[in-house]
């Protein structure tokens, strides 16, 4: 079944991934980004309850339940602790599939404004919000974390020094202008593949540091 389903959202356009088991999908979730989650109940290990009810700690990404399960019981605790949709089997995939659109269409006008918010790779950095994501992930900074970061990005492709940046954000008033490369180590060690060898915050030797425009997505 969920490889009909799969095949059927595909063929509408949609990117898929298809987990065997809630430990699965809950690691899934951690490495990616996801518009809807179509989640089954009878799963081995771990059950779609409690799937829904550990995803809801940390994500309210959309979910729709499908289950053979037709007790009220079952729709009232799916729906109570999460769930957006509860659909019983059996179905038509072209049903499903139709559902899942007018779901999103649904809910994404419920949704706020998008916040401002500077995308670079995986991450989305929330300045209204500050706050640090990957895909769903919350990545944790501390204030002055945040404030190095989002200068940094908010001038992408500009080589600033550590002069400036301490100017900036410490406004000359703490400590001294070691803090700056300080810091920068600390934030790559959150944001780099290899903080060894940084492309999102690049040294500039003899200028500072340069947040690369080239991992700008948006």
């Known amino acids: 079944m969920g490889e009909l389903i799969r095949l059927y959202l595909e063929k509408e356009g949609a990117q898929t991934v298809l987990c065997q088991t809630a430990e699965q999908g809950l690691e899934a979730f951690r490495a990616g980004a996801f518009d809807l989650i179509v989640l089954d109940i009878n799963l081995p290990g771990l059950d779609g309850f409690e799937f829904l009810q550990r995803l809801r700690r940390q994500s309210d990404v959309p979910v729709m339940i499908v289950s053979a399960r037709e007790a009220d019981e079952d729709m009232i605790l799916g729906l109570g602790i999460g769930a957006d949709e ?3 089997k059996p179905f038509s995939p072209k049903v499903l599939t139709a559902r899942v659109r007018a779901l999103l269409r649904r809910l994404s006008g419920l949704r706020p404004p998008a916040p401002n918010c500077i995308l670079f790779g995986d991450f989305s950095l929330d300045l209204d919000g500050c706050l640090l994501k990957r895909g769903t992930q919350k990545i944790p900074l501390s204030s002055r974390e945040f404030e190095v970061l989002s200068f940094l ?40 593949a290899d903080p060894a060898s940084p492309s999102i915050i690049e040294t500039v030797h003899g200028m500072g540091y340069r947040f690369t425009p080239e991992a700008i997505r948006g």
Request: zero cysteines; proline letters at 5%; charged letters at 25%.
């Open 86 to 88: 509860f659909v019983t």
């Open 153 to 192: 990005a908010s001038q992408p492709g500009k080589a600033l020094s550590p002069e400036r940046i301490y100017a900036e954000v410490w406004k000359n008033q703490y400590g001294d202008i070691t803090a700056v490369g300080v810091y920068i180590q600390r934030l790559r060690k959150k944001i780099e």
